[in-house]
Structure formats: structure tokens, C-alpha cells
């Protein structure tokens, strides 16, 4: 179990830093990003691990990424994008 709760946090890690890296101006600080990345994936490991039991590291390791991921995707704020006007007004 225990690594497989270090494995999750590396991956978490991973995911959130591709994430900082991939779209810097539409998520918060980067601390934020990557103790959210982190701290989900040993979540989503404990989740899956606690529902699927022991003996099943893959799968544990995927609900991790993938709860990582969902928590990642809360963070995202929408892109700015300029109103444009029309000539009539």
C-alpha cells in the first residue's frame, strides 16, 4: 500500500506539472496546482485501493490518475476571450 500511495503522489505530481506547464494562464498559483495534483491522486489511490482491494496496483495507480485529473480539471478557469461589438452599436 505504501507504494502505491508513493506512486500515485508521483504521478499526481507529474500530471499537475504538465498541467502548470501546458496552461499557465488559466489555472492559480503553482503550489495550488501541484499539492492538488498530489494530494488527489493519493486520494483517488486510497478510493480505488479501499473499493477494488489489494492485489490490484495497475488499477489502483489508473483511479488515482484519474481522480488527480478531475480535481486538476476544477482548478481551470475559463480562457479570456475579447466581446467584440458590432458596428450598429
Known amino acids: 500500500m505504501f507504494l502505491e500511495a508513493l506512486g500515485s503522489a508521483l504521478l499526481g505530481l507529474a500530471l499537475a506539472w504538465a498541467a502548470v506547464h501546458r496552461l499557465p494562464d488559466r ?3 503553482r503550489g495550488v496546482v501541484l499539492t492538488t495534483g498530489s494530494l488527489g491522486a493519493v486520494f483517488g ?9 489489494p492485489g490490484h496496483a495497475l488499477a489502483t495507480l489508473t483511479g488515482a490518475l484519474a481522480i488527480a485529473a478531475v480535481l486538476l ?6 480562457a479570456s476571450r475579447r466581446l467584440r ?3 450598429a452599436v
Open 27 to 29: 489555472l492559480p498559483a
Open 45 to 53: 489511490a486510497l478510493v480505488t485501493h479501499g473499493a477494488l482491494g
Open 73 to 78: 480539471s476544477l482548478l481551470l478557469r475559463p
Open 85 to 87: 461589438r458590432s458596428a
